[in-house]
């Protein structure tokens, strides 16, 4: 059975840095682009950033590029969001997602769709 489960979520204050993960199983993880996206209330899911399977190539999210940095542990299947200078508006919920794409495509791994497989999510509530 294919699962994704984050950890890692948490309160923190503005300025503060928290490190969610993202553990595969039931899917050979090294195939898949991973993605991570986050949900605040009232607001569709957004694209945050994606990372190609062997980690050579990452896009990030207009909003959060310099604070964030996506990667990944083919032999732990995980995959990570490391988020510094936490804003309040990078509040809610944060999701990982793998796609078994075979070719590149930035901008169409930007969108929900695209992604085969969700994790529940974790929360993440910065205070200002």
């Known amino acids: 059975q294919q699962q994704l489960v984050e950890s890692g979520g948490g309160l923190v204050q503005a300025g503060g840095s928290l490190r969610l993960s993202c553990a595969a199983s039931?899917?050979?993880?090294?195939?898949?682009?991973m993605g991570w996206f986050r949900q605040a209330p009232g607001k569709e899911r957004e694209f945050v950033a994606h990372?190609?399977?062997?980690?050579?190539?990452?896009y990030y999210a207009d909003s959060v590029k310099g604070r964030f940095t996506i990667s990944r542990d083919n032999t732990k299947n995980t995959a990570y969001l490391q988020m510094n200078s936490l804003k309040p508006e990078d509040t809610g919920v944060y999701y990982c997602a793998a796609d078994l794409g075979r070719t590149y495509r930035a901008v169409e791994l930007t969108a929900t769709s695209t992604y085969d497989y969700w994790g529940q999510g974790t929360q993440v509530t910065v205070s200002s």
């Open positions: 990372i190609t399977w062997n980690g050579a190539v990452t």
């Open positions: 039931g899917i050979t993880f090294s195939r898949y682009t």
